[in-house]
């Protein structure tokens, strides 16, 4: 069983910067592979990033390509999501979501297994 705890979420203007933090429990994290996902109100989550739990390698959705960098550290159990360059669309409750194994080509809910509770990040224009 993993517990994640995400932090960092508040409101920030247009074009300003945000670094989200997921804490996970356990003493198995650098074998989990980790990812942000985000939920608009009215709208599916979807995916973000993700870090594979392979040598790290990552993968970002296209509309933060540039501007959003995820990572990890695996001796603090925490995975980052820095944002830069916020734009108002991207105001949406962040969540950090956990698997087994996996890899870059995880980005869809249904692959992963554990999910923190979420942190709301709002972009005013």
């Known amino acids: 069983q993993v517990q994640l705890v995400e932090s960092g979420g508040g409101l920030v203007q247009a074009g300003g910067s945000l670094r989200l933090s997921c804490a996970a429990s356990?003493?198995?994290?650098?074998?989990?592979?980790m990812a942000w996902f985000r939920q608009a109100p009215g709208k599916e989550r979807e995916f973000v990033a993700v870090?594979?739990?392979?040598?790290?390698?990552?993968s970002a959705a296209d509309f933060v390509k540039g501007r959003f960098t995820i990572s990890r550290d695996n001796a603090r159990n925490t995975v980052y999501l820095q944002m830069n360059s916020l734009k108002p669309e991207d105001t949406a409750v962040y969540y950090c979501a956990a698997r087994r194994g996996g890899g870059v080509g995880s980005q869809s809910t249904e692959q992963f297994d554990y999910w923190g509770q979420g942190t709301q990040v709002t972009v005013s224009s």
């Open positions: 356990g003493r198995t994290f650098s074998t989990y592979t």
């Open positions: 870090s594979s739990y392979l040598s790290g390698s990552t």
